[in-house]
């Protein structure tokens, strides 16, 4: 198992550009997430998913898009990239929604936005 | 809401020196309670976790008791080593969706 894997490992972009950060599970995993981490804030929730088909709203959404059109598969979109979004981007799984349970990580994403 | 309070960081210790990370948390429920640990440039990986009251996780000489009169889950390890440099996170859940909290980090340097 690859587990959770997330591309690309870095990204640089001008204000106003748009990009997809790639997310994958390989585990079956019925949620997966988006969280975002800034120095003193630990990890705040953009975006998640109980399933496919099945996205919703997490602490931070704006700004950003997601989609689940497979278990496997959750990419976030950026329509038009700000400076408040250069942050580190992670990707995380677990088993079972609902279920207070252990969330698995991807390696994570660092955007800079210029 | 829920929330989660970590002590204040970084803490440089000694090897073989004895590690606290305080945590305490505030939630409606009962939650589960979580140790991550970041080793630089990577992802979070799961340290411990304790799923009800006075569980005791543990994991590579780390350990966390789950204290519900006290609201804490604080991180210990009696002599740490350099390799266990990293930035530790801890964290709640209550089961919903929406809900996992996690705590600011803490930076812990260990030095020969």
């Known amino acids: 198992n690859a587990g959770v894997t997330q591309t690309p490992k870095f990204q640089v972009l001008k204000t106003g550009q748009s990009m997809t950060l790639q997310c994958a599970q390989d585990?079956?995993?019925?949620?997966m997430s988006w969280y975002r981490q800034d120095p003193g804030m630990g990890l705040r929730l953009i975006h998640y998913?109980?399933?496919?088909?099945?996205?919703d709203q997490g602490e931070v959404p704006n700004g950003y898009n997601v989609s689940r059109s497979t278990t496997e598969d959750f990419p976030l979109r950026l329509l038009s990239a700000a400076p408040s979004q250069t942050s580190v981007y992670f990707c995380?799984?677990?088993?079972?929604?609902?279920?207070?349970?252990?969330?698995?990580f991807g390696p994570g994403t660092r955007l800079t936005v210029l | 809401g829920d929330s989660v309070t970590q002590m204040e960081g970084p803490v440089t210790l000694s090897e073989e020196a004895f590690l606290t990370i305080n945590c305490t948390y505030t939630?409606?429920?009962?939650?589960?309670l979580f140790w991550y640990v970041q080793y630089p440039g990577e992802g979070l990986q799961l340290l411990l976790k304790?799923?009800?009251?006075?569980d005791k996780g543990s994991n590579k000489g780390f350990e966390a008791t789950y204290r519900k009169e006290t609201t804490s889950f604080h991180l210990e390890k009696g002599s740490v080593q350099v390799s266990d440099s990293a930035v530790y996170f801890c964290?709640?859940?209550?089961?919903?969706?929406?809900?996992?909290?996690f705590g600011a980090g803490t930076r812990l340097t260990v030095k020969p």
């Open positions: 995380a799984s677990k088993l079972l929604a609902g279920v207070g349970d252990t969330q698995y």
């Open positions: 585990m079956n995993h019925e949620y």
């Open positions: 998913s109980v399933g496919a088909g099945i996205t």
């Open positions: 939630a409606t429920g009962y939650p589960s």
């Open positions: 304790a799923t009800k009251a006075d």
């Open positions: 964290a709640l859940s209550e089961g919903g969706n929406n809900d996992m909290r």
